[in-house]
């Protein structure tokens, strides 16, 4: 059987006469039937690149949105981490004044002690004395008395004294 690819043309001009035939129709629908298979054809592919095109854009727009993301994330890290060290800083800087300051009442401390002032009063403090000089302790008046009620109350007092300490 001779294939032969028809056309609208030559189906038209060549069987104007014969509208009747048989053949006239067989050819016309092998032309419109082959056109229609061709039209199926290229659809599908054109589909099929549309769904390629489709899955590729949504690829790359994916891919796009993760190093956004990711670059975002690494940002807020990074913020976050300044932020401590910044602290850290702080308390650093807060920590050296503390320390310089000590220093400075150690050195004036040191230089304090060179004196013979100085000497003086730690060794009266410890109980020592010149020759010819008398020593007197004056111990406080409200501690003594303190002392001397405490020795003084009965048990049941204390007792009361324990449970109820605003006395």
């Known amino acids: 059987m001779e294939q032969r690819s028809y056309q609208k043309e030559d189906c038209a001009d060549s069987d104007k006469d014969n509208y009747n035939s048989p053949d006239y129709f067989n050819n016309f629908f092998r032309f419109k039937i082959s056109h229609i298979i061709i039209m199926i ?3 599908k ?5 549309r769904i390629k095109n489709i899955f590729f854009s949504v690829l790359f727009a994916f891919s796009i949105i993760s190093i956004v993301a990711f670059f975002f994330y690494s940002n807020l ?3 976050q981490k300044r932020a401590e060290q910044l602290k850290k800083i702080e308390e650093l800087r807060k920590e050296i ?8 009442e150690l050195k004036s401390g040191i230089s304090a002690a ?3 002032d100085y000497w003086e009063e730690k060794a009266r403090e410890q109980g020592y004395k010149k020759p010819g000089e008398e020593q007197v302790t004056i111990v406080p008046a409200a501690e003594k008395e303190i002392q001397q009620t405490q020795t003084q109350k009965s048990f049941w007092q204390k007792v009361w004294d324990k449970i109820n300490p605003s006395n």
């Open 45 to 49: 592919k054109i589909k099929r690149g």
């Open 97 to 104: 004044q503390d320390v310089e300051q000590k220093n400075a």
């Open 41 to 43: 054809t290229k659809s």
């Open 114 to 116: 060179g004196t013979q």
């Open 77 to 79: 890290r990074i913020n």
